[in-house]
């Protein structure tokens, strides 16, 4: 692994993306540093901080577009596919390695907090969480970028669509409030997402009779639940999908000035999540 980590490092930096990148980021965070915390005198790093949340959107999917879709389209995966290191040490080394280039922006960030020490009062645990948990959300968005990079050949249709995946967490808390409150809505709605997990288990097993199965099973108990006890129903979408929301680790800092532990949680499961469905992935290319 460390090899494979190696050489998409260097490949970062002979391509000019991660030198563009660590500039791009540190940049744009810097200008809402002297804007907030320089100019209108405001003590917390985290406000710069979340202003930045948006621009991840942009930088991420150009950080992870080629991490396997330049791979496929020159045809050197089959290279790696066949170098004596397993799957999971391609997908680890290629996932770090990018998770390194995203690392030095954020060690830069830490020096800032000492910048607002130096012309006054400043809150350093605080500042410093608020730095954590920006970092962890932003390995989590590496993790998306990287696996839908795994599914295509195209570097722009890796970007387009992680942008879009990403625009959809980062929008996750306000598009909950239009998800529906009633009983037969929510059923709607998780049998939809149930019938997507069944589809997903077919395509990665090529089982159509596991993947019917799921099916079954999902419906029947939703019918019963539905009938039996339609209040368990009322309003589960928003209450379940809402506490999945990537960002809440970050908010809670910012709004709160409080570490949430179970958003640090789902942040590295999400991760593992998103790791595993990329060595799937590429599992299910190699036999095929």
Known sequence: MTGIYKRELRSYFYSMIGYVFIAFLTAFVGIYFMVYNLNM???????????????????????TMKSFSEERRSKTDQLLLTAPVTLGQIVWGKYL????????PNLIFCLFPLVIKAS????????????LAYFLLGCVYIAVGMFLSSLTESQII????????????????GLMDFLPSSAGGN????????????FAVYQMTKNWILGAVLEVLGAAAGAAVYFLRPSWLEGLLSDVMGKLSLSNGFNSVLNN????????????????????????????????
């Open 257 to 288: 000035h409080l570490l949430d532990f179970g958003s640090l949680f789902l942040g590295i499961s999400a991760i593992a999540l998103f790791v595993f469905l990329t060595i799937q992935i590429i599992q299910r290319r190699r036999w095929s």
């Open 97 to 104: 390695a990018m998770v390194s280039i995203f690392a030095v």
């Open 120 to 131: 006054g009062n400043a809150y350093f645990k605080v500042d410093y969480c608020a730095i």
């Open 158 to 173: 890796a970007a387009i669509s992680t942008f879009g995946v990403l625009l959809v967490l980062y929008l996750w808390n």
């Open 187 to 198: 059923l709607a709605g998780v049998l939809l997402l149930w019938t997507l997990l069944a």
């Open 41 to 63: 005198g405001y003590p917390y790093f985290s406000y710069a901080l979340s202003g930045g949340l948006f621009i991840l959107l942009i930088a991420i999917p150009v950080l």
